[in-house]
């Protein structure tokens, strides 16, 4: 006895190919576009989903586009964000719909972060507390830290204080830290041109009192 089954008939997969990547050397803090194109190779085009890997923290990578049919072109964006500079390997992969698949992997180039350099040295500036209370700053200095190109350090009632920096989003963080007289922690930013200092921070004190504040220096 013969019995025949009458499964329906999957029909030809689609093949393609990944074109238009290499790797990348991404200058300090910037942003780059790649067009990849998904190229048919077949005479069936069926749909073709994209996805990246491999990223690490502080690095962006995304497509503008994420499925079609071959041939298409899908843009890239590739933005670094805070990474510390490196050589990465990114994975760009291709899956059709029923199930052809095809990876690329390129290695993307960070470069370590210079805008601690930029924004040292002496400043003028107040900090002014919600309390009332307040202090004048003439010759303020913000110090590379030598072991750590992340930091900013300075001078508050006189105890050493570091600010981290996110030198692409030119922003800082200042974590809790004791001056002596109470604790400090705080945000703030650096302006474009590495002139202006800005951080809101807030004054923990021993017995339990909490004052906010803001800081605010220009460069001298």
């Not at 085009?45 to 079609?68: H, I, K, M, Y």
């Not at 900013?152 to 963080?173: E, G, H, M, P, S």
Request: hydrophobic share 30%; net charge negative.
């Amino acid at each position: 006895m013969l019995i025949f089954s009458c499964g329906k008939d999957q029909g030809p997969t689609t093949e393609f190919s990944i074109n238009g990547l290499s790797d990348i050397d991404l200058p300090e803090s910037s942003s780059m576009v790649v067009d990849v194109t998904i190229e048919q190779e077949s005479p069936v085009a069926e749909q073709v989903t994209l996805s990246v890997s491999g990223a690490p923290e502080g690095l962006t990578v995304n497509f503008n586009r994420a499925t079609d049919k071959p041939t298409f072109t899908a843009k890239l964006y590739i933005k670094d964000d805070s990474t510390e500079g490196g050589v990465y390997p990114i994975t760009v992969k291709a899956r059709s719909a029923k199930g052809v698949e095809h990876a690329t992997t390129i290695n993307v180039t960070t470069h370590d972060k210079t805008c601690i350099a930029k924004a040292v040295g002496y400043y003028r500036g107040t900090s002014i507390c919600q309390d009332g209370s307040g202090l004048i700053f003439n010759n303020m200095q913000f110090h590379p830290d030598p072991d750590d190109p992340t930091k900013l350090v300075f001078l508050w009632q006189d105890a050493v204080i570091y600010a981290i920096v996110n030198c692409n989003k030119n922003r800082l963080t200042i974590p809790l830290q004791s001056t002596g007289n109470y604790t400090i922690m705080g945000e703030g930013y650096l302006d474009k041109n590495y002139t202006i200092i800005n951080f809101d921070y807030t004054q923990h004190h021993r017995n339990g009192k909490e004052v906010k504040c803001n800081a605010h220096f220009i460069k001298k």
